[in-house]
């Protein structure tokens, strides 16, 4: 006979695999509800592409941000004015550097900052906070504890203190901010796994006999990452701002380097001379990025609906 | 001489509400949420527990998987004490007693699909199998509750009520367990399906010669599943008995008095 | 008193329309109390908001209900606040998320007396009182002043009965009121059912899934499925002779206490997904004997008198 046993048991087995369902994730849901939200997919689009901006806008340009322009120098008012002819697409500032560079250089630099450090919240904090809620009793009181201590410590004191002391650089600012970042998110993160340590399935991996460890891996961070990723977008704003707080104090990241809150504080400056771009276009940048993230945490909310958790 | 599976003598479990670590002057308070539970299942046997709310049955299953603490008395599995034992020793009767809950939705990881919520068990005792003998072994135990092989990968979601349950009872049979607690496992399914999912594990028993604990506050069913009966009031044992001659012949109070509540149609 | 004549509910949802209640008509006179008995899905919650027009912003609503002069599909917001609990009052599912956590009942119970008779707080505390001795609850003054959480289950959902006949209606709508109590608080609260009844004169509407508790309190019985009536008579009648498979089914899968057979009868099949529910009879999945024209639709499921006074389904009326 051709038709043989295996083969027929290859055939069902095949058939079976085409079969196949494909199911239909919360995440997919989410995305679907999180794409049909206009402003949400406007603010995504307008993130991307001051990202791109970033990445590709040094190619067209034609000034560095260090070179000082010396034609302009004089008269910056009426010479440094943005044109295309001179190459400033956004003008100079006061100085004489290419602010369209300037610009270039501010906007990666807080985006950066931003991410970065919203990242470094979202590990270490959900991290903390999951083990602090899933075990309980004693180990939970201290090590939330620790964080209400940390947290009761005058932030923005300690953070100027750490510059003037250590000296003003990237770094001395992402450890400064990465201390405090993931406090809250901690504490976020642990309130939400007192309420998913509860829930039946978690009894039910307790049941068949899964490792604690496994059990929050699998079981209780999946199920937070809803609120996780809701509350990192609000955090991304949150970081650029106090950045930019402390850039325009004057103990921000320095020169060369320059970021959205030094600019602004410069085109403030000058202000009176006229030279309104010096401000205009780091401002532009700066409010345009954080709507955005806005919108995007208020769409991501809206499309993690919790009926659905 | 059927072999004893389960033995519970004298358990007490309380709730314990003790802030004198933090505030010392306030006095330890102490619910007493069972009292003196004594029964033994042998297999292939059903014992049904049945009580109302805030009887205590609930407790005493969690007590048995070791989710609570037992304030006084045995726990005892084939004759081995497993009350108030360390994880670490609990670990290996873990895979001979499992648990079927009362709401079929709320005991699935809404973010793992059907395939990943019953291979779980596969996977945490048995870590070497691999892929395709896990699939092998879901596969099977799907068709055997009743629900179609090529919906492995749905998520919980997707699913009614009734198949829900049928998951969560394919997921506590993957490992052959010797006993199964069934708490209220039909409560929360509309009656047509309650009547499907009683007939599933009657079958199951048959088939796999398993030994129920089931609890519920359904009189009818749980006369219908069990061999022996036992109401449980308040925390404490109030009558236990053979089924039909709890219901034939009831000795307590608190038993005749829910015998008489059963709307009769 | 009540009629209920062709009502369409549709609700838009993002998984298309949901048609949760297809041609559903009804009279309701006065004194005479129905059940609706259903499952998941079929309807009868839905029909029951429709009625007291608590339904959510999405739903379609075609058809006409009409009470005493009213259309209560017609009415504005205003004109309904006075028509609700005064003469048409629901005893919603859970009684745990139907009370407000942070308010004594005294409160509660009183904001309605004030809110529809004028009466001052004192008067209003006078009758809430009474009220919570006529629905048996034994220590009505610490009752009174108690939050919900401190009441047990079949205390809270006694407050939620005196809550909704405190202003004597002449319609008292109950969801599901027993399904989250235990047997022996279910029967009492059957039997205060029937006091009230007698009592007040009151109509009772009983929406459940449990025929169980049908029996003692309601003369009139619908079977609905799907968002169809598939029965409708007198509740006795319906129980010693079901016509339909569906009611067959649901009074035959309730284990009894005196058989014994080792295999409960079942409805196969699952509940539908109303989102897609099956072309021609919407009873074809899980009927025991479906035939050709079931699944053509060619006869249509409308209700026809079979016997006096006892309608069924025109489709299923035939396979069994």
């Known amino acids: 006979m051709i038709i043989t046993k295996d083969k027929i048991s290859k055939l069902s087995e095949n058939l079976s695999q085409i079969d196949e369902v494909k199911g239909r994730s919360l995440w997919h849901d989410a995305k679907i509800r999180f794409f049909k939200n206009k402003a949400a997919l406007l603010s995504l689009i307008t993130l991307f592409l001051v990202l791109l901006f970033s990445f590709i806008g040094p190619l067209i340009a034609m000034w560095s941000n260090e070179e000082i322009d010396w034609n302009v120098l004089g008269d910056i008012s009426t010479l440094g004015y943005p044109s295309f002819e001179t190459g400033h697409y956004f003008?100079?500032?006061e100085l004489g550097r290419d602010l369209y560079s300037r610009v270039i250089q501010g906007t990666k630099i807080s985006l950066m900052v931003g991410i970065i450090g919203a990242l470094i919240a979202v590990i270490v904090g959900t991290i903390y906070g999951a083990i602090a809620g899933y075990f309980g009793g004693r180990i939970d009181s201290f090590m939330m504890r620790i964080v209400d201590i940390l947290m009761s410590i005058p932030y923005m004191f300690v953070l100027i203190l750490l510059l003037v002391i250590f000296g003003r650089s990237i770094f001395m600012l992402f450890v400064g901010i990465g201390l405090v970042s993931w406090l809250d998110m901690a504490r976020i993160v642990r309130g939400q796994t007192l309420s998913i340590k509860k829930k039946e399935y978690v009894e039910a991996a307790i049941t068949i006999g899964v490792s604690h460890f496994t059990i929050i891996r699998r079981h209780i961070i999946p199920n937070l990452l809803g609120v996780v990723a809701v509350y990192a977008t609000l955090l991304v704003p949150g970081m650029i701002l106090t950045e930019s707080f402390i850039s325009f104090l004057g103990l921000g990241v320095q020169e060369p380097n320059t970021s959205w809150g030094a600019l602004i504080s410069e085109g403030a400056g000058t202000m009176r001379y006229g030279t309104l771009w010096q401000l205009l276009f780091p401002l532009f940048f700066f409010v345009i990025s954080l709507f955005s993230l806005f919108f995007i945490g208020d769409g991501l909310r809206d499309a993690l609906d919790p009926k659905d958790r | 001489m059927s072999n004893s599976i389960l033995k519970v003598n004298n358990l007490f479990v309380d709730y314990i509400s003790n802030n004198s670590f933090l505030f010392p002057w306030e006095k330890t308070k102490i619910f007493r949420a069972v009292e003196d539970i004594s029964f033994e299942i042998f297999e292939g046997e059903t014992l049904g527990i049945v009580g109302e709310t805030g009887s205590g049955k609930s407790t005493i299953a969690k007590a048995i998987i070791n989710l609570l603490k037992v304030s006084a008395g045995k726990i005892l599995f084939k004759n081995n004490e497993i009350s108030n034992l360390d994880e670490k020793h609990m670990r290996k009767y873990r895979k001979e007693i499992?648990?079927?809950?009362q709401d079929p939705l709320a005991s699935l990881n809404p973010r793992m699909n059907v395939g990943e919520i019953i291979s779980e068990p596969l996977k945490t005792h048995y870590p070497n199998l691999d892929k395709k003998e896990i699939k092998e072994q879901v596969q099977e135990i799907m068709e055997n509750v009743g629900l179609l092989a090529n919906q492995i990968n749905r998520y919980p979601h997707e699913f009614s009520g009734g198949q829900c349950q049928r998951i969560g009872i394919a997921r506590s049979l993957i490992l052959k367990p010797k006993l199964i607690i069934c708490d209220e496992p039909v409560s929360s399914l509309d009656v047509s399906i309650q009547a499907?999912?009683?007939?599933?594990?009657?079958?199951?028993?048959?088939?796999?010669?398993?030994?129920?604990l089931f609890i519920t506050h359904d009189l009818n069913i749980a006369k219908h599943m069990s061999d022996n009966i036992m109401v449980l009031n308040l925390g404490k044992m109030v009558e236990i008995n053979k089924s039909d001659e709890v219901f034939s012949n009831p000795k307590h109070e608190y038993t005749k008095k829910l015998i008489s509540s059963i709307p009769k149609i | 008193m009540l009629n209920v004549k062709n009502l369409f509910i549709s609700f838009k949802t993002p998984e298309g329309i949901v048609k949760a209640v297809n041609d559903v008509s009804f009279d309701l006179k006065k004194n005479e109390s129905l059940a609706?008995?259903?499952?998941?899905?079929?309807?009868?919650?839905?029909?029951?908001f429709s009625i007291l027009g608590l339904l959510d912003k999405n739903a379609e609503v075609f058809g006409h209900i009409n009470y005493k002069n009213y259309n209560l599909l017609s009415l504005k917001e205003k004109e309904f606040n006075k028509i609700r609990s005064k003469k048409i009052s629901i005893i919603f599912q859970d009684p745990m998320t139907s009370l407000n956590p942070y308010m004594k009942i005294k409160k509660q119970l009183n904001e309605i007396l004030m809110n529809h008779n004028g009466v001052t707080n004192d008067q209003a505390t006078k009758e809430s009182l009474r009220i919570l001795d006529a629905v048996k609850i034994k220590d009505a003054k610490t009752t009174i002043n108690s939050y919900p959480h401190e009441l047990s289950g079949g205390m809270r959902q006694r407050v939620m009965i005196a809550m909704s006949i405190i202003c004597k209606p002449e319609i008292i709508i109950a969801d599901e009121p027993t399904t989250s109590l235990d047997v022996t608080v279910q029967s009492q609260i059957m039997d205060l059912f029937n006091d009230i009844k007698k009592e007040f004169n009151s109509s009772i509407i009983l929406i459940t899934h449990n025929m169980g508790i049908v029996q003692n309190v309601c003369s009139k019985l619908m079977v609905m499925y799907g968002g169809k009536i598939m029965e409708f008579g007198e509740t006795?009648?319906?129980?010693?002779?079901?016509?339909?498979p569906y009611t067959k089914g649901l009074l035959e899968t309730v284990p009894k206490i005196d058989d014994n057979y080792q295999i409960l009868k079942t409805i196969k099949g699952n509940p539908i997904n109303m989102t897609n529910p099956p072309s021609g009879c919407i009873f074809r999945t899980r009927c025991p004997k479906p035939t050709q024209e079931c699944k053509d639709g060619s006869?249509?499921?409308s209700l026809i008198e079979k016997e006096p006074k006892h309608w069924v389904d025109q489709c299923c009326v035939n396979c069994h």
């Open chain 2, 98 to 101: 499992q648990m079927i809950f």
């Open chain 3, 36 to 48: 609706i008995v259903g499952e998941s899905g079929s309807g009868k919650t839905q029909l029951a």
């Open chain 3, 236 to 244: 006795n009648e319906i129980f010693s002779k079901p016509l339909h």
């Open chain 2, 196 to 212: 499907q999912v009683i007939n599933l594990l009657k079958e199951l028993q048959e088939r796999f010669k398993l030994t129920y």
């Open chain 1, 91 to 93: 003008g100079t500032d």
């Open chain 3, 299 to 301: 006869t249509l499921n």
